[in-house]
């Protein structure tokens, strides 16, 4: 099969298309013809050298992909030969073929095609993941750095369909019209001074419950400023840096916590159980259109390095997704 591999740690023109021997389904597997792997950071920091793939992962890059099932390892139950599936992986997406963990699939729901559905599974379980170690409940309200990205114009889907009051953040007011559109009640342009004056005017200096942060150290004084009384700062990102200095005072004066959380580098068994609670809960609003994927692009597999520049440039709205 075709594989999309990194020839050594470095740049995006490390990532060259391979020959690689067709992945075989173990117990309580699936075969999966991939119609698409979505991109996301993770990729790009296992291509740098600064983020290598669990034990037992494959070496080639991809966390989630959407296909058509081909093949079931022994044992395995709940699907058939030729299911449209969408999975999480540990690793591996890049690629014709790849084997996913049934436990970490996700049924493609009619009506949604199935290279789009390649966007989700990530984003979904993290959102998922992370709103519930914020302690996320009815009534709260939540702000999303950078919601125009694959994480975060999902993640103003889910808390607009959960019936939450969303605010975000986007870069130029082109960006921000489009979150506005995916259902954010309030988005305020990051390119402008004071965005956390303007957070907290739209609460009426109350600030908000959860955010969810994809910045790191860049942002970690702002976060603060904007949280209200007892409210929660988690970190799923570090683009803007992973060092930073903290207000402890501000801390306690608010009674607030910050959490950090991945995904990529739990054990099955939690990885598992957060699949089996987005198909609970957030499934069904992919399946009745109140969550949708946002693509930007679909870039192929011998342009695996464009994809990349893509990515760390911050131009793609949404999901970039590599096509076999």
Known sequence: ????????????????????PDPVPGAGELLVEVAA??????????????YPPPPGAPDWPGMEISGVVSALGPGTSGWSVGDRVAALLAGGGYAE??????????????GLA?????????????????????????GDT??????????????VQVGRALGHRVLATAGGPER???????GADVVVDHRLPDV????????????????LDVLG??????????????????????????RAELDLGLLLERRATVLGTTLRSRPLAQKAAIMAEVRQHLWPLVSAGAVRPVVHTHVPFAQAAHAHQLMESGAAFGKILLVP
């Open 176 to 182: 921000c019209e489009r979150v506005r559109a995916l």
């Open 114 to 138: 199935t290279a789009e559905a390649a966007a989700l599974p990530e984003a979904l379980a993290t959102v998922w993941s992370t709103l519930q170690a914020a302690r996320f409940t009815d």
């Open 217 to 242: 150290a860049g942002g970690l004084a702002e976060n603060l400023a904007m949280l209200a009384d007892g409210g929660r700062l988690a970190v799923i990102g570090l683009q803007q840096g992973r």
């Open 142 to 155: 939540v702000l999303v750095r950078g919601g125009s990205g694959g994480v975060g114009s999902v993640a």
């Open 37 to 50: 792997a979505g991109v996301n950071r993770a990729d790009v920091l296992q291509r740098q050298g600064h």
């Open 1 to 20: 099969m075709r594989a999309v591999v990194v020839r050594a740690p470095g740049g995006p023109e490390q990532l060259q298309v391979d020959q690689l």
């Open 196 to 211: 956390a004056g303007r957070v907290l005017a739209a609460t009426d200096g109350r600030g908000v419950d959860v955010v």
């Open 97 to 110: 073929r790849a084997v996913a963990t049934a436990a970490l699939c996700l049924p493609v729901p009619d």
